[in-house]
C-alpha cells in the first residue's frame, strides 16, 4: 500500500485564535494517529494572519506530547532563514524527546515575502550554493563528525530523518545527489511534479541515509457524504489560495456557497491551476483521484493536505482520505528505482 501522511497548516480560522489553531493541530495529530496516517508535519510560515506554525519545532513539540507512535516533523523547515547549528540544536532536542519520530524536511524557499524575509534573515543578500552547504554543515552536527569544529548539544548524534522538499527541479537534483527522501509541494504548486520526479529517481545516488529513492508528492483532499457539501468545504480553501495569490493572505474563512462561480475568469484561473492535484467530492471520488495521481506520479507515499474551516469537518474528511488510501490497489505497477527503503516509516 502506497503510505499516506498529513500536512497541517495549523490554520488560525476566521472568529479564532492562535491558542485554538494549536489545541485543534494537537488534536488533529492524536487523530491522523488514529486514522493511520504515517507522519503528521507542519510547515514554516511567517507574516501570515491564517497559519500559526511559525514557530514550527515548538509546534511539533506540542503535537508530539499528544500523541505516541505517529511520525512528526516540519514540512518544512526553510533552512535560508536559520543557521544550520540552530536547527541541529532545535532538532536534536525533538529527537530527544520524541526518539524515532522526528522528521526534518528543509526547503529553500522563505515561507513569507520578501519584506518578512528581510526582517528574519537581515539581509536578503544570498549565495545560489548556500542551501547545499547548509545542508551538509547541518548533517554534520548530527553525525557528529568534527567537520565544522562545533559540537552540537542537543543535536550531536541525532537522528531525524531528514527530507529534501521543493517545487522545482533544484530539490530534486540535490536530494539525488545526497540519497535522501525527497518530497514536492504538488498541493500548491504542481507545474514542474513529473519532471522533478523523474530527476529524481533518474540521479539518485545511493547513501547512508537511504539506498533507493524515496519520494513523497502533496494532494488536496476535501471529502465529505456527498459532492455538494465537499464543493461548499472546499470554499475554504479556494478563498484562501485566491487572497495568498492576489497579495492578501487572511484567516482561513467560512465556507461560501458558489464561491468559484462568483470569482473573475482570472482569478478562478489562479485556482485551476494551481490545485491541479487535488479530489474534491465523496470517497469514491476521492479514491479515484488519489488513484490516479499515484498511478501517474509512482509516488512512495501522498502527502495528503485538507484545509477546511471546520474543525468537525476537517477531521471526517481527513478519515475519509485514509479510507481511499487504504482502498487503493495494490501493488501497483513496478517502476525501475521507485521504490525506496523506509525503515524507520510507521507500518500501515
Known amino acids: 500500500m502506497t503510505a499516506f501522511s498529513l500536512l497541517d497548516l495549523v490554520p488560525v480560522v476566521e472568529g479564532g485564535s492562535v491558542a485554538q489553531a494549536l489545541a485543534n493541530a494537537a488534536d488533529m495529530a492524536r487523530h491522523a494517529e488514529a486514522a493511520g496516517y504515517s507522519r503528521y508535519w507542519v510547515a514554516e510560515h511567517h507574516g501570515m494572519a491564517g497559519i500559526a506554525s511559525s514557530a514550527t519545532a515548538v509546534v511539533i513539540a506540542h503535537v508530539g506530547a499528544a500523541t505516541s507512535t505517529i511520525r512528526i516533523g516540519a514540512g518544512g523547515i526553510m533552512l535560508p532563514n536559520h543557521a544550520p547549528l540552530v536547527i541541529a540544536e532545535q532538532f536534536g532536542t525533538l529527537d530527544a524527546l520524541f526518539p524515532g519520530r522526528i522528521d526534518l524536511g528543509l526547503g529553500r524557499a522563505p515561507g513569507s515575502d520578501q519584506r518578512v524575509a528581510q526582517a528574519i534573515r537581515r539581509t536578503l543578500d544570498s549565495d545560489p550554493n548556500a542551501f547545499p552547504r547548509d545542508v551538509l554543515e547541518l548533517q554534520s552536527y548530527f553525525a557528529d563528525d568534527g567537520q565544522t569544529g562545533i559540537r552540537a548539544t542537543p543535536g550531536a548524534g541525532a537522528k531525524p530523518d531528514l527530507w529534501i522538499l521543493g517545487s522545482s527541479l533544484f530539490g530534486a537534483q540535490l536530494a539525488a545527489m545526497l540519497g535522501l527522501p525527497y518530497a514536492f509541494a504538488s498541493h500548491f504548486a504542481p507545474d514542474a511534479l513529473d519532471q522533478a ?9 545511493p547513501s547512508t541515509a537511504l539506498d533507493k529513492p524515496y ?13 455538494e457539501e465537499a464543493e461548499f468545504l472546499s470554499s475554504s480553501q479556494a478563498q484562501s489560495f485566491v487572497s495568498l495569490r492576489t497579495g492578501n ?3 482561513l474563512s467560512p465556507p461560501v456557497a458558489g464561491y468559484r462561480e462568483s ?6 484561473a489562479i485556482l485551476d491551476h494551481v490545485l491541479q492535484c487535488s479530489a474534491v467530492g465523496t470517497i469514491d471520488t476521492v ?12 509516488v512512495d507515499e501522498v502527502m495528503i493536505s485538507s484545509s477546511i474551516y471546520d474543525v468537525a469537518a476537517r ?6 482520505a485514509a479510507e481511499a488510501m487504504r482502498s487503493l490497489k495494490t501493488p501497483l505497477p513496478d517502476r525501475e528505482g521507485t521504490t525506496g527503503s523506509r525503515p524507520s ?3 500501515i
Open 263 to 268: 470569482l473573475p475568469p482570472h482569478h478562478a
Open 249 to 251: 493572505p487572511r484567516q
Open 315 to 320: 477531521k471526517k474528511s481527513v478519515a475519509l
Open 215 to 227: 519520494a513523497m508528492a502533496g494532494f488536496n483532499v476535501i471529502a465529505a457524504d456527498n459532492d
Open 287 to 298: 479514491e479515484h483521484g488519489l488513484a490516479a495521481f499515484v498511478e501517474r506520479t509512482g
Open 197 to 205: 520526479m523523474e530527476i529524481y529517481r533518474r540521479d539518485f545516488r
Open 345 to 347: 516509516t510507521r507500518p
